[in-house]
């Protein structure tokens, strides 16, 4: 019997459910496929059809809630912010549609978006990258920074927004206001080394 469109987005999103669910109980890296098909009821094969891997699933959770962060940053931009105010707002509008995923992003983000993941392994990740660093030129082409090659700019922002990740995924400090004040810092750095003076703030 064919299945219905429909019931095909029922059942991807009942796996990322249950597998959220199972990461966050048991851990990313004890949770096997095994475990997500056996909770969801359906043959191992059946969910390979949907997500070829444990690391393509968890990506996809993770670029889901990037994507609802950027939807975030739209409907809250003014219009009116510096670039380090708009930078700060799109990450930290991601940060907070990620925070279901905190405990165990760091893993999810080794394997899918890291500068050593290959491209080939997670699909997810690399289009997930993208995603994000486009509405980042989109900021940085309104503001007209345009001084440093756009190989550079990419190269020094993606590194210093990894490192926002990866200290968030580990701040215990109350309401993650170390990681918010690192990322405050993290974008007037990227501001000042692309336009070569200091950013409006």
Not at 4 to 11: D, P
Not at 135 to 145: P, R, S
Request: net charge neutral; proline share 3%; glycine share 4%.
């Amino acid at each position: 019997m064919r299945i219905t469109q429909e019931a095909k987005q029922q059942n991807r999103k009942r796996i990322l459910q249950v597998a959220a669910s199972l990461f966050s109980e048991q851990g990313y890296g004890k949770t096997t496929t095994r475990d997500i098909s056996t909770a969801c009821k359906m043959a191992k094969g059946t969910l390979f059809n949907y997500f070829p891997s444990k690391e393509t699933l968890a990506m996809t959770m993770v670029a889901e809630a990037m994507e609802e962060g950027r939807e975030r940053y739209l409907e809250r931009r003014a219009g009116e912010e510096s670039l380090v105010e708009e930078l700060f707002l799109l990450v930290a509008s991601e940060l907070r549609a990620l925070r279901p995923y905190r405990l165990y992003i760091g893993p999810v983000l080794e394997s899918g978006m890291s500068v050593f993941a290959k491209e080939a392994c997670c699909p997810a990740g690399e289009q997930a990258r993208r995603a994000h660093l486009e509405t980042v030129a989109a900021i940085l082409a309104a503001h007209h920074y345009e001084l440093v090659p756009e190989s550079i700019a990419v190269t020094l922002y993606w590194s210093l927004y990894l490192g926002i990740l990866a200290h968030w995924s580990k701040d215990t400090s109350s309401h993650q206001q170390a990681t918010l004040s690192l990322l405050d810092y993290s974008m007037k750095v990227f501001a000042v080394t692309i336009s070569g003076s200091l950013p409006e703030v």
